[in-house]
């Protein structure tokens, strides 16, 4: 049973545009929320993260949101570049992560 | 900085054969993690040790092994290899907070 559900599997976005990824979670408890980038080859990074008190937040291009009732966090690039090509990985916590399925963003000139 | 270093990279098994994958971390860090990467599966913990000398399953733990004797080694055994256990494996460490999760470059293991 997946915990953390992400979607969608594979995203394609042209450069300058905004790509959003999205994720639902069913246990209450988790407390924590980040986002991994990965590029081929290596191990996943953290690239942004929040807690559910909190309903939005920025880094940069990077933006995550939060709806806690509905149990629904995001991740938005904005101005996407071809160097955000990645797999990015939603994950939620209380002692230990739990990973979504990932999701393969490929950005185009 | 070496960070979280796995050994070997890569590596090819027999069905039955045994293996050790080898996780070391130089930041000193309490809790160290197995995971396997699948694709369209994400990452699924395997197991995980929040200090020398203690290990806890995760959400895939059949067919493996693990071992902490040391603070900075975390060891992932497979007693008999099965195709199923072919995958990419990450080992992780943190400082005990979330956020501070820092990861290896992975094994590709192969079982034939």
């Known amino acids: 049973q997946q915990q953390v559900k992400q979607s969608p599997q594979s995203l394609i976005v042209q450069k300058g545009g905004i790509s959003i990824i999205n994720c639902a979670y069913e246990n209450t408890a988790f407390d924590y929320f980040p986002w991994y980038q990965q590029f081929p080859g290596k191990g996943p990074a953290l690239l942004i993260a929040i807690r559910p008190d909190v309903s939005e937040k920025k880094e940069g291009r990077f933006t995550i949101s939060f709806n806690k009732s509905a149990k629904q966090f995001s991740l938005h690039i904005m101005d996407s570049q071809p160097g955000d090509s990645a797999t990015y990985f939603c994950?939620?916590?209380?002692?230990?992560?739990?990973f979504g399925t990932g999701t393969r963003l490929q950005v185009f000139p | 900085n070496a960070g979280v270093t796995q050994t070997p990279k890569f590596r090819v098994l027999k069905t039955g054969q045994s293996m050790t994958l080898l996780c070391a971390q130089d930041m000193n860090h309490e809790y160290m993690y197995w995971y396997r990467q699948d694709p369209g599966m994400g990452l699924r913990l395997i197991h995980y040790?929040?200090?020398?000398?203690?290990?806890a399953k995760g959400e895939v733990p059949d067919g493996y092994n693990v071992s902490r004797l040391k603070k900075q080694n975390f060891l992932l055994g497979l007693e008999s290899a099965a195709p199923s256990q072919t995958s990419v494996y990450f080992c992780?460490?943190?400082?005990?907070?979330?956020?501070?999760?820092?990861f290896g470059s992975g094994t590709r293991l192969t079982v034939v």
């Open positions: 040790s929040v200090g020398e000398g203690t290990t």
């Open positions: 994950a939620a916590s209380t002692d230990k992560l739990i």
């Open positions: 992780a460490s943190s400082n005990g907070q979330v956020h501070g999760y820092t």
